[in-house]
């Protein structure tokens, strides 16, 4: 038993964090018209300009934890693939199987979220942040776009076999591809750790479900946020929150210690991002009409935008919102309470919840909507394809596939988000793992596609007017 579970742990290893949940009462607050700006902390000063500079160095050329491959990983994965022979274009097939994006900096070939670094002193491969938090539309790749076609279950399975070292993977990493288990990740492997991050010898359930389906939100939209995470559990100004992906089995206590200031570059630069624009034509007097249209339905909740744009930072409660409640029950009071005694809940104050870095909520937080149409799918579970479902809650599709690529003729610039193929019939039991993941089954736990129906009443001119106003975030 006990070497069962040694293997497990130094297996798989880490990949993230989060958390979020955790007491207080309110529910909104109003972003003021200094923090408006971000000038306080976000982009002022040529002291700001090269933490924001230092922090992208960080994020795209530090390993901070050790790797999980060897590098022949990577050169052999096709060969669990069931071909015969290599493909052709190798680099490309990889990055598709996988859902993975070509980096825009220098990474040794390899692509965004993978990189090379060492275990035990030699060479090896690793992830990093931007496996979930790189993403890419048209053939651009962007930092701070969430992955929106990763299959980590499959990246990290195959890529243990190709090494010759299979591994069961601890809980499920992705049920829907595209989505996977941040927060699992952080209640796993904290259950590893004791309050000042050395190891235990056995491990302790914080409450670890597999189901949230969580759908990564975009970087740049931190800025305007006083909150992190989809409940809005987590105060935008902690540092140590960013850290939890380094719960790597071989992080010593004083390898967090040693990153905290890279981390604290790396929120200056995750501060200074900005959408990418709507690459298509706009029809403007169209766009107008929708504004109009935003006002009244839609600006209470999710702010108003522009040079004088104003932010609620609301959440929203479960009843209320009525999305799938999995994710908000992912991360419960025993995770938030050995977080709150940890080295990651200890950090200094200045909290904008009375003292507490984190929180619990009674529900989802309304995103800023900036850069909207380059996010699809929609909801926290990624469970609505386009702008247009999302609005019109009756043409949901019940079950979808799509193509998990981001080329022009992927994309639907009419319903804003991705061209998609209603599925009929629930998935056979007997298609591969790699296969049913790319089937979104709404039905299945986590998946739900309910609620957010604030869009039901609307004309459908109306409807059209405002997606034409959201093109314009
Ligand atoms: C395995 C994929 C994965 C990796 C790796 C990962 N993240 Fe995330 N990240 C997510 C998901 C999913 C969420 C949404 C979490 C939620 O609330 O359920 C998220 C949320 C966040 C948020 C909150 C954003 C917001 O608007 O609330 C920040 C900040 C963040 N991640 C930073 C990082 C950093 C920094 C790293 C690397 C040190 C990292 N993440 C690594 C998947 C990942
Ligand atoms: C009562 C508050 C409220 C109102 C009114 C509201 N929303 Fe939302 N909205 C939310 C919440 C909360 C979420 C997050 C729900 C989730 O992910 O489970 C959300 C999510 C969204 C998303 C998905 C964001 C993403 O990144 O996936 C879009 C798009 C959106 N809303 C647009 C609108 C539009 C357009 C309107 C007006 C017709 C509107 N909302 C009205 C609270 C609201």
Redesign the pocket.
Same mark, same amino acid.
């Given at each position: 038993m006990r070497r069962r579970t040694a293997t497990l742990v130094w297996g798989i290893g880490t990949?993230?964090?989060?958390?979020?949940g955790v007491w207080a009462d309110d529910h909104s607050f109003t972003v003021t018209a200094d923090e408006r700006t971000g000038k306080g902390e976000g982009t002022g000063g040529s002291a700001v300009t090269s933490a924001v500079q230092r922090g992208y160095h960080a994020?795209t050329q530090r390993a901070?934890i050790p790797g999980f491959w060897t590098p022949r990983a990577v050169e052999r994965a096709w060969q669990v693939w069931g071909l015969a022979e290599k493909p052709t274009n190798y680099a490309a097939a990889f990055r598709e199987r996988y859902g993975l994006h070509p980096a825009p900096y220098p990474n040794d070939g390899l692509p965004m979220?993978l990189r090379t670094t060492q275990i035990f002193g030699r060479p090896a491969i690793g992830? =990093?942040? +931007?496996?979930?938090?790189g993403g890419s539309l048209f053939g651009t790749s962007y930092v701070g776009l969430?992955?929106q076609t +990763?299959d980590?279950e499959a990246l990290f399975e195959e890529l243990f076999r190709a090494d010759g070292r299979p591994v069961r993977l601890p809980f499920t990493?992705c049920n829907a591809r595209g989505?996977?288990?941040? =927060?699992a990740?952080g209640v796993y492997l904290l259950g590893w750790r004791n309050p000042d991050l050395s190891l235990r010898s056995d491990w302790q359930n914080l409450g670890l479900r597999d189901t949230?389906c969580?759908?990564?939100?975009?970087?740049w939209?931190?800025k305007k946020?006083q909150?992190? @995470? @989809? $409940?809005?559990?987590?105060d %935008?100004h902690s540092v140590r $929150? +960013? /850290?939890?992906? /380094?719960m790597h089995p071989l992080t010593t206590p004083q390898d967090f210690h040693r990153a905290e200031p890279a981390?604290r570059d790396?929120?200056q630069y995750?501060l200074s991002l900005e959408p990418p624009k709507y690459p298509f034509p706009i029809d403007r007097a169209k766009a107008r009409r929708g504004e109009a249209v935003f006002r009244q339905h839609c600006a209470r909740c999710h702010g108003t935008y522009g040079a004088e744009w104003t932010y609620p930072n609301k959440v929203i409660p479960l009843e209320e919102i009525g999305t799938d409640p999995s %994710?908000h029950a992912?991360?419960g009071l025993a995770y938030g309470e050995a977080y709150a005694r940890s080295w990651f809940g200890q950090e200094p104050d200045g909290w904008l919840f009375r003292g507490k870095p984190l929180r619990w909520t009674d529900g989802y937080?309304a995103?800023p909507l900036d850069g909207i149409w380059a996010t699809a799918p929609y909801l926290?579970n990624g469970s609505v394809p386009t702008l247009y479902h999302l609005l019109k809650s009756s043409e949901r599709p019940r079950r979808f596939t799509r193509s998990f690529r981001t080329e022009r003729n992927d994309y639907d610039p009419i319903r804003v988000g991705w061209k998609f193929i209603e599925v009929t019939q629930p998935p056979s039991p007997d298609l591969p793992p790699i296969e049913r993941r790319k089937i979104y089954d709404t039905t299945l736990p986590g998946r739900s596609n309910a609620g957010h129906t604030y869009g039901d009443l609307l004309s459908e001119e109306q409807r059209w007017d405002l997606i034409e106003y959201l093109k314009t975030l």
């Open positions: 990949v993230t964090l989060l958390l979020s994020l901070f979220g992830i =990093d942040c +931007l496996l979930c938090h969430g992955n +990763l980590i990493f989505t996977n288990e941040a =927060d990740f949230s969580a759908d990564v939100p975009a970087w939209l931190m946020k909150t992190l @995470y @989809y $409940t809005g559990g987590m %935008r $929150t +960013l /850290m939890q992906f /380094m981390f790396i929120q995750l %994710r992912a991360v937080q995103p926290h």
